[in-house]
């Protein structure tokens, strides 16, 4: 199957120029003016911009989490990315205490063989990583898991202790791979829960807010430096949320250290004032670490600006108000964390970035393609417009307006009863996007088949030039 795009504006993380796309078995043949070749489908994208496929480097996908499993599974999620924009992500897999990681990782590739409308790849959750377990490092990336989330929060769930950040950042470092961190200090945070928990009135969705404040966040920041300092390796910080954190990650900047870090959107347009909606409403954004104050979203852009933040992930981690969040009606500590919006991360970002002036739209590419794929070993297969590179593109209207809503057709596809950005209207929307050369999205209707998606095996850290 081929397929020339012609009369598009392309833009990458370095590039913007006018030109056709020739694709060819799966991958970008020729780029062009005025070209003249024959081919299966024609695209005309006059007055589009053509964007590398968006890569969301921090998904949960079937989840389980506090009795429950996120709503979105490798199809629906996989789906709803498609729609907006998105062509890679890459998700967690999990490994269970006691077990080993690649019965984990074992796991996860059964959830999502044959089910994903789009390319995927996987990080590896680490909960118990002794050493004699520290062989498995080396066997996951040879199986194309490259990096590792280690959280210093959740005791007794996910929680890692601070011998275990370091024996695994050694050998992350000897190996060439990167472990990510979720960075709240979760001993001090467990106590500030149990200490409100025990007066009735605090038990509402807002006091999981006002339980995880921002000086923990900081705190584990810059612990998890230290420690990646000292085992000379890199660190990538998801989920950033708060000025206090990224002052941890400019002042280990400033000294050379290479510390990376991701933010969502919803610390960049929403804030805790969502907490004090009526009735039990605010759990609708219970997610860790919470919404913050909202002056801290100036920092955040600043952040991206200067390259301090270097990417935009969403966390989506979908659970319905219906049954699922409701299992912390009484208590906020049990209610499931995480709130969904992997579709509608492309047009949060262009609508807030771009439209608003904060960004350009080299930048736009970078933060929500570009860097991912650098930073977790996809470029230049993923990431970028060139010839050689998947072709994976999204053919996106810059002047389209629409109003986020659970009921729209275009802009809600996942899996879950609420949206978190519900009434918000962005301009910008994905129009048309391919995955690997075939169109998955026409005109925001899905043509795409679930199991088109393939696992990618992603390349070893090289540093980011």
């Given amino acids: 199957m081929s397929v020339l795009i012609q009369n598009g504006r392309i833009i990458t993380a370095v590039d913007d120029y006018h030109a056709d796309i020739f694709i060819e078995n799966e991958t970008i043949r020729i780029i062009g003016t005025e070209l003249s070749i024959d081919a299966d489908i024609r695209i005309d994208a006059t007055n589009r911009y053509i964007f590398p496929g968006g890569i969301d480097p921090h998904t949960h996908l079937d989840m389980p989490f506090g009795g429950t499993h996120s709503s979105d599974d490798f199809e629906t999620g996989t789906a709803a990315a498609a729609h907006g924009g998105t062509t890679t992500i890459i998700d967690f897999a999990i490994q269970n205490k006691g077990s080993s990681t690649l019965d984990g990782l074992d796991i ?187 002056w801290n979203q100036d920092k955040l852009w600043t952040g991206l600006q200067f390259g301090d933040l270097q990417a935009v992930a969403t966390d989506h981690c979908p659970f319905c108000m219906k049954e699922q969040k409701e299992l912390g009606k009484d208590d906020f500590s049990k209610i499931p964390n995480g709130a969904p919006g992997i579709e509608n991360r492309m047009s949060l970002i262009f609508n807030g970035g771009v439209i608003q002036k904060r960004i350009s739209l080299n930048k736009f590419v970078e933060l929500t393609s570009t860097f991912a794929a650098k930073m977790f070993g996809l470029f230049p297969q993923k990431g970028t417009i060139a010839v050689g590179s998947d072709a994976d593109l999204v053919i996106f209207d810059p002047n389209r307006k629409e109003t986020i809503s659970v009921n729209h057709p275009l802009t809600h596809h996942m899996n879950v009863d609420y949206s978190a950005w519900e009434g918000f209207e962005v301009q910008g929307l994905s129009e048309t996007v391919l995955s690997r050369g075939k169109i998955i999205i026409d005109h925001h209707q899905m043509k795409g088949r679930k199991g088109h998606g393939q696992y990618i095996k992603r390349g070893l850290y090289t540093g980011i030039p």
């Fill in 108 to 294: 996860w590739h059964q959830k999502a063989a044959g089910n994903s409308f789009i390319d995927y790849g996987f990080h590896m959750i680490v909960t118990d990583m002794q050493k004699d377990r520290l062989f498995e490092l080396k066997r996951l990336a040879e199986e194309g898991v490259t990096s590792y989330k280690m959280f210093m929060a959740y005791p007794g769930v996910f929680y890692s202790d601070d011998a275990s950040l370091f024996r695994t950042m050694r050998k992350a470092g000897e190996n060439g791979t990167v472990v990510c961190i979720h960075a709240e200090n979760g001993i001090v945070i467990d106590e500030i829960i149990q200490s409100a928990l025990l007066e009735k009135d605090k038990r509402g969705p807002k006091w999981h807010a006002y339980t995880r404040p921002t000086r923990m966040e900081a705190e584990g920041v810059s612990r998890a430096v230290a420690i990646a300092e000292v085992a000379e390796s890199p660190v990538y910080i998801v989920h950033l949320s708060c000025s206090d954190a990224l002052d941890e990650v400019k002042r280990a900047r400033n000294r050379g250290i290479p510390v990376y870090a991701e933010t969502c959107p919803h610390y960049l347009f929403l804030d805790q004032s969502k907490y004090e909606s009526p009735g039990f409403e605010g759990a609708k954004w219970v997610m860790t670490p919470p919404l913050r104050e909202k």
